[in-house]
């Protein structure tokens, strides 16, 4: 089969079709040579045991994760892909791949809790689909230029600037929720914002807020331009939705799964067609992902708001210590850095734990809850049958 042929067949093909058609090496030599890129299925990790099973757990935990905070859980899954070896370019492309039936199967499960705007993510998403395009050329230019290391160091350095301060910013809030004993806590910037009355002027009913049309569109380009340069766009989004629109935090979680199914299948389209897919971590991902958002969907309805705050912000700031450690091992790939072979592998070793440590932290915590709350629940339910035996 020709260079051109595959390109004139990927985009005749349905979008889930293309998807696999581009992500067979062969093919995706001949794509990549047509785009004017580097030949990016060379950079695909081989898979042994040791990596499904790992992928299969990432995927089940980064699922719970996602179903729980509405985030994707790409800022788990990226990084666990990276420790494995595989392209930063290459992991969000596939996260962006195995995201969108996800999202679609947490936004569904949690939209039947009445926890969903439907009309906030889809006006949501609408700017979010052209941030998806921006941060995807930039993402391309990155890794044509400086190959597989820039890429890495780029989605690296990000990680760790975004993670540190939204996590410290989210845990911070969460404890002043926790010290007021109230479920969640009103932002002042989006009150003030909620009183600028700037045309059109657009109610979210479900999520009770009346806001401009103009302050969801940087909240969405935002979100867009991250999920497709780093897979993440939910640190954007959740708390955009949140301290700008004023959602309360279990609306804004559960919309953004909405705008993450859009992003991910406009942006699965565009990644694939260069070539950036590896299908096969996709579907071991989504295996273990599938089942995982769903029971993460259910642990929302057993914890208080500010349980979504502790979550996300306790593994933001894991995360972003694993990936600290990765960026000097990037920086001695590109050059700039001189270390011993030693200190390459122990730096490796550090951030691979520090990444499995932070996903095993927010399964413990998520699951815990879940536990604790049934428990208390079923000893309400013990004490209330105990009263009324003594009553009869």
């Known amino acids: ?84 070896g595989v392209p930063a370019a290459v992991a969000v492309a596939s996260n962006m791949c195995h995201k969108f039936p996800k999202a679609l199967v947490g936004a569904y499960k949690r939209y039947r809790y009445g926890q969903v705007d439907i009309r906030l993510g889809l006006i949501m998403a609408a700017s979010a689909t052209v941030g998806v395009q921006i941060g995807i050329k930039i993402q391309k230019i990155i890794f044509a230029k400086w190959g597989a290391a820039g890429s890495n160091l780029y989605v690296s350095l990000a990680f760790v600037s975004i993670l540190t301060v939204l996590g410290i910013y989210i845990l911070l809030d969460a404890r002043r929720a926790m010290r007021a004993r109230a479920e969640d806590t009103s932002s002042n910037l989006a009150e003030r914002i909620k009183k600028l009355n700037i045309p059109p002027m657009v109610h979210f009913k479900r999520a009770n807020t009346r806001v401009s049309l103009w302050f969801t569109v940087p909240v969405g380009l935002g979100t867009g331009m991250l999920a497709a340069t780093i897979a993440v766009g939910g640190f954007i989004g959740v708390p955009g939705m949140i301290y ?149």
């Not at 047509?34 to 980064?62: I, P, Q, T």
């Open 1 to 84: 089969m020709t260079g051109g042929r595959a390109v004139w067949m990927g985009r005749l093909l349905p979008a889930t079709a293309a998807i696999v058609l581009v992500s067979i090496p062969g093919v995706c030599e001949a794509a990549g040579e047509m785009l004017g890129e580097k030949d990016v299925a060379r950079h695909f990790v081989e898979l042994n045991a040791a990596s499904v099973f790992f992928l299969s757990v990432l995927g089940f935990l980064g699922g719970l994760i996602s179903g729980f905070i509405g985030s994707g859980g790409a800022f788990v899954l990226t990084p666990g892909m990276m420790s494995l």
């Open 244 to 392: 700008v629109l004023g959602v309360p935090a279990m609306m804004a979680s559960a919309t953004e799964l909405v705008i993450a199914f859009v992003m991910g299948l406009t942006g699965t389209i565009n990644w694939a067609m260069g070539g950036f897919v590896d299908i096969r971590m996709v579907l071991l991902i989504l295996a273990g992902s599938l089942f995982g958002v769903q029971l993460g969907a259910v642990g929302t309805t057993y914890v208080k708001e500010y349980m979504i705050k502790v979550v996300m912000s306790t593994i933001m700031l894991i995360v972003s210590v694993s990936r600290g450690f990765s960026i000097p091992v990037y920086l001695q790939q590109l050059g700039t850095l001189e270390m011993a072979p030693k200190t390459v592998v122990l730096l490796k070793n550090i951030s691979f734990l520090t990444m499995c440590a932070a996903l095993a932290l927010g399964g413990v915590i998520i699951l815990g809850s879940m536990w604790k709350k049934k428990r208390e629940l079923r000893d309400s339910e013990e004490i209330r049958a105990q009263q009324v035996t003594l009553r009869g």
